[in-house]
């Protein structure tokens, strides 16, 4: 069991999945820093404010820091990529907020070929990259006949309870999150 920095956030990353962070608070200046000092990874997790007593997910992804950025409004800008998911057995809070979690690595889908009967959340996906070109821009390789690597992209986009994200991704496959997917799309 290892131990990562955990960045909680209200969406969240799955492995081969993309995400840009604009990084403000000092914690995660620091989380940067660190990380860039070692193998650039830390870890990814979904945060509910709401949701007393289980505030993180107890799903989560180690991520990798793939490029950085000055923006504009002078913030730090990283892209990562994600990796591993893990689960996480306890966490721990530093002086300045900053959690570090200890993890168990947890084993990644399989490739499945997409059905027929699954292809509408394909369709959709493409959609929306097509509607919002900034989000769709950030995967160089597409995978839409991977029914696995669909419905990790679905997850990261869709509004999903730290509950309901967990029981989807601790799944050994992705055949329950393509139910929820083609649920969520027929609302």
């Given at each position: ?30 989380l940067v820093s660190?990380?860039m000092q070692g ?38 800008g990283i892209s ?108």
């Amino acid at each position: 069991m290892s131990e990562v920095m955990l960045f909680p956030l209200s969406s969240v990353v799955l492995p081969e999945g993309k995400m840009r962070l604009r990084i403000f608070e000092p914690r995660y200046k620091r989380l940067v820093s660190q990380a860039m000092q070692g193998e650039g990874t830390f870890g990814v997790c979904l945060f509910d404010r709401d949701n007393r007593g289980q505030e993180l997910s107890n799903v989560g992804t180690l991520a990798k820091i793939i490029d950085f950025e000055l923006l504009e409004d002078g913030l730090l800008g990283i892209s990562i990529t994600g990796l591993s998911k893990f689960k996480i057995q306890s966490v721990r809070v530093e002086y300045d907020g900053l959690r570090l979690a200890r993890i168990e690595t947890l084993p990644s889908w399989s490739a499945e070929e997409i059905e027929a009967n699954d292809m509408r959340i394909t369709t959709e996906l493409v959609r929306v990259y097509q509607q919002f070109p900034d989000l769709g821009e950030l995967y160089q390789q597409r995978f839409f006949d991977d029914a696995s690597w669909v419905s990790q992209r679905w997850l990261e986009l869709l509004p999903v309870t730290n509950q309901q994200f967990d029981e989807l991704t601790l799944q050994k496959n992705c055949h329950a999150a393509l139910s929820f997917i083609k649920k969520s799309l027929e609302s």
